[in-house]
């Protein structure tokens, strides 16, 4: 099945900086990967998703690339803000099954203002 | 939009006990997911609805849990017995296509 690892686990910025998350994934045939914010005390909510047809998306500060070939994706996030501070959580799911969502660890952002 | 709705934002209870915890999915939405997360396995898979059908159940850990959906507006996840090794934050979700999906706010479950 499929297997995601998510690095780094914790990462510290300064506000203004940039910072990139990035995850690797073991299914060949996956081919949705969205990216979850969650703050404390809530639930996961969606930010930014990509199919395996398009290597790069972007919203505004956040923007996410996909190498298919060496099965890897990346969440990057411009001008840093502290209300970016949260755990950030990637997933990758296939067409076979492509309800199971198979989530990252997650990484833990701080923005120090 | 209210979102996905659940309750009881909190339960704390003692082993043995039964819990049931609600889930009201976002209105149109056919695909509803229960989670658990827990800082060791992560966010895990229990059971997937779709028009109100259990599709999967493999990530249902035992007999104990079971999770119903009745009508397209309420799921529910019980556990009975329970145990302390159940507490953990449970998450309901629900997607109007199967790959994107909205989470609720959860229910912290406790069992002592």
């Known amino acids: 099945g499929e297997n995601v690892e998510q690095h780094p686990s914790t990462l510290s910025v300064q506000e203004g900086d940039s910072a990139v998350i990035k995850c690797t994934y073991s299914d060949s045939a996956s081919n949705y990967f969205p990216w979850y914010k969650q703050e404390l005390g809530k639930g996961p909510q969606l930010i930014i998703d990509i199919r395996s047809n398009v290597g790069e998306k972007k919203d505004q500060r956040i923007a996410v690339t996909l190498n298919k070939t060496a099965k890897h994706f990346s969440l990057h996030i411009t001008e840093t803000q502290p209300e970016d501070s949260a755990v950030y959580f990637c997933a990758a799911s296939g067409v076979d099954s492509s309800y199971k969502l198979i989530f990252g660890s997650g990484t833990r952002l701080l923005v120090r203002p | 939009d209210a979102g996905v709705i659940q309750s009881p934002r909190h339960e704390v209870t003692e082993m043995g006990q039964e819990v049931t915890l609600r889930c009201k999915p976002i209105s149109g939405h056919n695909s509803l997911f229960w989670y658990r997360q827990t800082m060791m396995r992560g966010l895990e898979l229990l059971i997937y609805f779709n028009n109100n059908v259990p599709i999967d159940d493999s990530g249902m850990p035992e007999d104990r849990f079971s999770a119903k959906m009745p009508n397209a507006s309420f799921s529910t996840l019980k556990i009975q017995p329970s145990e302390p090794r159940d507490s953990a934050v449970y998450f309901c979700?629900?997607?109007?296509?199967?790959?994107?999906?909205?989470f609720g706010a959860g229910t912290r479950l406790s069992v002592l």
């Open positions: 979700a629900s997607s109007s296509i199967e790959q994107g999906r909205n």
